[in-house]
C-alpha cells in the first residue's frame, strides 16, 4: 500500500526559506506525476504546483518564482523548495499522488 509522509515544516521568518520533503514508500515514485497542495485556517486546499514523471513542472500565480518542486527517483522522495516566504504562505502542506495523500506538514511564516 502507498504511503506518503510529509516532513520539513516549521516556523520561519518572513522571507525564510524551508525545503519540503515527501517519502513515498509501496510505489515507485517515478510511476506517478506528484503534486504539492496547501490548505489555510478557514480556506479550501489549493494547488502549489505539480511536478510530471518528465519532471516538468507547473506552479500556482501565487508561488511562481518563489517555489520549486524536484523530484529524486532513486530516493523515491518529492522536494518542495520555498524560498521568499510570506506570512500568506502559512498553512499544512500536503504531497499527492498515486491517488493517496500524505498527513501533511505545518508551515509558519511569521516574525
Known amino acids: 500500500q502507498v504511503q506518503l509522509v510529509e516532513s520539513g515544516g516549521g516556523l520561519v521568518q518572513p522571507g525564510g526559506s524551508l525545503r519540503l520533503s515527501c517519502a513515498v514508500s509501496?510505489?515507485?515514485?517515478?510511476?506517478?506525476?506528484m503534486y504539492w497542495y496547501r490548505q489555510a485556517p478557514g480556506k479550501q486546499r489549493e494547488l502549489v504546483g505539480l511536478?510530471?514523471?518528465?519532471?516538468?513542472?507547473n506552479y500556482a500565480g501565487s508561488v511562481r518564482g518563489r517555489f520549486t518542486i524536484s523530484r529524486d527517483n532513486a530516493k523515491n522522495t518529492v522536494y518542495l523548495q520555498m524560498n521568499n516566504l510570506q506570512r500568506e504562505d502559512t498553512a499544512v502542506y500536503y504531497c499527492?499522488?498515486?491517488?493517496?495523500w500524505g498527513q501533511g506538514t505545518q508551515v509558519t511564516v511569521s516574525s
Open positions: 499527492g499522488g498515486f491517488g493517496r
Open positions: 509501496g510505489r515507485i515514485l517515478s510511476d506517478s506525476d
Open positions: 511536478i510530471r514523471t518528465d519532471t516538468t513542472t
